[in-house]
């Protein structure tokens, strides 16, 4: 638990310990950003298969599982079990954050949800994440992001006019949810901490956290009862706002959000002719003729290579993006000077890529120590640190099959 030391920490978060006991990502990826800025995170997992994330995807070497459980501490319990309660309580009782995604009232069956855990530590901020809150109908249901994707609105929205609707190709649903959680355990800590206020839950709805970012869908629906077709990559507001294939079948992207932008893209590809092409002269204007004005813009960048076109458009100022598949992203100067992928050594001392912390912090950045360990590589010293167990009792539990040691097998 945090303490009244006047020393200034290294990272914002230091002095702060978090106990993990969620699986998969929006909840572990909650306690990874804790972590990454000094949070201690103890990463409770099922002591015979560990997170489901260990094994997740088409290859066998936990790739998920070491960016998103980096700089954690892995101390396996079986929460079914007796002792793996008492043990999970302990470690509670001295924590300041619980990250948890079991369905609601799990932890109740077992003996340890808020109630009983408000009661040991009446500071306690319990992050409580599941597919569709605490309440509700959906309640029971289990959660998921593609699911969360589908039912949110997002996918109706997404993907080409005459296509299916649309889910990304990554936890986005969990991801959106988990910056949320974040931010609102931190909310909780200030509120605990500058004025004086108590412990309390959060009910973080994967669901809600998709719908949200669908806000002005919500309110023109709303009003004008407007629902957002899937329009592939053009947008309902500006134009020119599409990808485009180039001459060595690479593809940018370009948006005329601003109508000093929109003229600096017409000037480029139809000189002044297009600029004051009455057709094309306000947003209002282009959005009428978006069909006319994306096949000139499309058969321009056809006669240009992806370097060119850029090229051009950076001369004229006029706001472009390569669509960048991760070996560009590898190779690019922007990406390797802000950080944004790191490499760091594993327990095989592998160096390990993966994404790096983010936002920046001038006085205090973040930082990964380590990427997620092996299954109970800390059990043993964090159990016996910070509960009444000596070595042997952790050594008998894992006999016994409540804990695991340094990713050593049951019996």
Not at 176 to 187: E, G, P, Q, R
Not at 199 to 221: K, N
Not at 363 to 391: K, M, N, Q
Request: net charge negative; hydrophobic share 35%.
């Amino acid at each position: 638990m945090s303490d009244d030391s006047t020393m200034i920490p290294d990272k914002p978060l230091d002095g702060i310990t978090v106990v993990d006991a969620a699986s998969l990502y929006a909840g572990p990826l909650t306690a990874m950003m804790l972590g990454d800025f000094g949070a201690e995170v103890i990463k409770v997992e099922h002591p015979e298969y560990g997170d489901s994330l260990r094994e997740f995807g088409d290859y066998p070497e936990e790739l998920s599982w070491k960016w998103v459980n980096r700089n954690k501490k892995s101390v396996p319990l079986d929460l079914h079990e007796e002792d793996g309660q008492e043990i999970f309580k302990d470690l509670v009782a001295d924590a300041d954050v619980l990250v948890e995604n079991f369905r609601p009232g799990t932890l109740e069956d077992w003996g340890i949800g808020w109630e009983t855990l408000s009661a040991l530590n009446e500071t306690l901020v319990m992050v409580r994440v599941t597919g569709f809150g605490q309440t509700g109908p959906y309640k029971d249901r289990p959660g998921f992001g593609t699911l969360v994707e589908a039912m949110s609105g997002y996918a109706y929205s997404t993907g080409q006019a005459d296509g299916p609707p649309t889910l990304p190709p990554t936890a986005m649903a969990d991801s959106i949810c988990a910056l949320h959680s974040t931010y609102a355990a931190v909310m909780a800590l200030y509120w605990r901490d500058v004025h004086d206020g108590s412990g309390q839950y959060i009910d973080s709805s994967i669901l809600e956290a998709m719908f949200g970012m669908l806000g002005d869908h919500v309110i023109e629906y709303g009003q004008k009862e407007i629902d957002h077709e899937r329009s592939g990559n053009r947008s309902s507001r500006t134009a020119p706002r599409n990808t485009y294939r180039t001459k060595d079948d690479r593809w940018v992207a370009i948006s005329g959000s601003s109508q000093s932008i929109a003229e600096r893209i017409l000037r480029i590809v139809g000189g002044e002719e297009l600029a004051t092409d009455p057709r094309f002269r306000t947003m209002k204007d282009r959005l009428e003729h978006v069909e006319e004005l994306d096949a000139i813009i499309a058969e321009w960048m056809s006669e240009h290579t992806r370097t060119e076109v850029i090229e051009i458009f950076e001369e004229h100022e006029a706001a472009i993006g390569p669509v960048n598949n991760m070996a560009d992203i590898f190779r690019d100067q922007h990406f390797a000077e802000r950080d944004a992928v790191i490499y760091i050594d594993g327990e095989d001392e592998e160096s390990i890529p993966m994404r790096g912390v983010f936002p920046k912090l001038s006085a205090t950045p973040g930082g990964v120590d380590h990427p997620g360990p092996s299954l109970g590589s800390h059990a043993l010293s964090t159990i016996t640190e910070r509960t009444d167990r000596s070595e042997a009792d952790v050594r008998r539990l894992a006999a016994e099959g409540v804990t695991t040691l340094g990713g050593e097998t049951r019996d």
